[in-house]
């Protein structure tokens, strides 16, 4: 079992940055596709990112592509989404995943692929 814990939510400004991360408790980390997602208020749950195990290929929903930067450091055990140029439409609770599985392009996004969740961090953007 793969225990992750998000942390850097918050509030901020339009046009602010906001930096989260995921904490993974096993040291197979490095052997784990991890992926962001989000879900608002009434909305679906929504894919945000993912990157590979070695960090090779980084995987961009559509509504965060250019502004979003998802990276990892595996000696930490954490993965991380620097989010540039805030939108209050990305408000949402944004959820850390981990899948043991191979993926690659659109084969990243679906979240019933990943087997561990995190409890979610709250990101409110204000207009």
């Given amino acids: 079992q793969v225990q992750l814990v998000e942390s850097g939510g918050g509030l901020v400004h339009a046009g602010g940055s906001l930096r989260l991360s995921c904490a993974a408790s096993r040291r197979t980390f490095s052997s784990y596709v991890m992926g962001w997602f989000r879900q608002a208020p009434g909305k679906e749950r929504e894919f945000v990112a993912a990157i590979t195990r070695s960090g090779s290929n980084l995987y961009y929903g559509d509504a965060v592509k250019g502004r979003f930067t998802i990276s990892r450091d595996n000696a930490k055990n954490t993965v991380y989404l620097q989010m540039n140029s805030l939108k209050?439409?990305?408000?949402?609770?944004?959820?850390?995943?981990?899948?043991?599985?191979?993926?690659?392009?659109?084969?990243?996004?679906?979240?019933d692929e990943y087997e561990h969740w995190g409890q979610g961090t709250q990101v409110t953007v204000s207009s």
């Fill in 88 to 111: 209050p439409e990305d408000t949402a609770v944004y959820y850390c995943a981990a899948r043991a599985h191979y993926c690659s392009g659109y084969g990243c996004y679906g979240g």
